[in-house]
Antibody, heavy 124, light 107 residues
Framework: EVQLVESGGVVVQPGGSLRLSCAAS????????MHWVRQAPGKGLEWVSL????????YYADSVKGRFTISRDNSKNSLYLQMNSLRTEDTALYYC?????????????????WGQGTLVTVSS | EIVLTQSPATLSLSPGERATLSCRAS??????LAWYQQKPGQAPRLLIY???NRATGIPARFSGSGSGTDFTLTISSLEPEDFAVYYC?????????FGPGTKVDIK
């Protein structure tokens, strides 16, 4: 069974830094593109970042570009999100998600499954 | 950036009724549209991708249709576990973008 477990969410002051982790199991992690998607409390979903299977390509939403860095360690089946210069508007539940694949075909920008999320609160 | 609008914001129905949810894109996304279901306290789950393809394990009562700018998610007969928030998402244009959601609640 595919499992994604996020961790690292805490309360942090504006301007602070944080690293989120996502531990993957149940699939060959280094075969797949991975994503971070966030959801502010009571709000909708916002795609944040993606990283290719080998870490060679990364992309970011404009709202986080230059402040967040996505990375992965395929030897540890882990995905990361380094978050710097945090703002109050970064407060959200952060999900990691795998690209959706079916019948041997992968669709880079459909997301499934998702982890349960880790909560980041940026507040003074 | 392609903007997605969903209507209605809330849909109040009874179990067994048919649910019809709409998603409209500000410009054509071809068939690159997906639908997700999110229950309270849970992560989203992919229901439909490429406008009309059911994801693995999704019951046949869920169906998607449309292309270009207008899309529909239909739940043929609501089960108690279907009361949730539904989001559409496009991947035709960068970046991937979600609609604001439609809440389906019990009447």
């Amino acid at each position: 069974e595919v499992q994604l477990v996020e961790s690292g969410g805490v309360v942090v002051q504006p301007g602070g830094s944080l690293r989120l982790s996502c531990a993957a199991s149940g699939f060959t992690f280094d075969d797949y593109t991975m994503h971070w998607v966030r959801q502010a409390p009571g709000k909708g979903l916002e795609w944040v970042s993606l990283i290719s299977w080998d870490g060679g390509s990364t992309y970011y939403a404009d709202s986080v570009k230059g402040r967040f860095t996505i990375s992965r360690d395929n030897s540890k089946n882990s995905l990361y999100l380094q978050m710097n210069s945090l703002r109050t508007e970064d407060t959200a539940l952060y999900y990691c998600a795998k690209e959706y694949c079916t019948n041997g075909v992968c669709h880079h920008n459909w997301f499934d499954p998702w982890g349960q999320g880790t909560l980041v609160t940026v507040s003074s | 950036e392609i903007v997605l609008t969903q209507s209605p914001a809330t849909l109040s129905l009874s179990p067994g009724e048919r649910a019809t949810l709409s998603c409209r894109a500000s410009q054509s996304v071809s068939s690159y549209l997906a639908w997700y279901q999110q229950k309270p306290g849970q992560a989203p789950r992919l229901l439909i991708y490429d406008a009309s393809n059911r994801a693995t394990g999704i019951p046949a009562r869920f169906s998607g249709s449309g292309s270009g700018t207008d899309f529909t998610l239909t739940i043929s007969s609501l089960e108690p576990e279907d009361f949730a928030v539904y989001y559409c998402q496009q991947r035709s244009n960068w970046p991937p973008f979600f609609g604001p959601g439609t809440k389906v609640d019990i009447k």
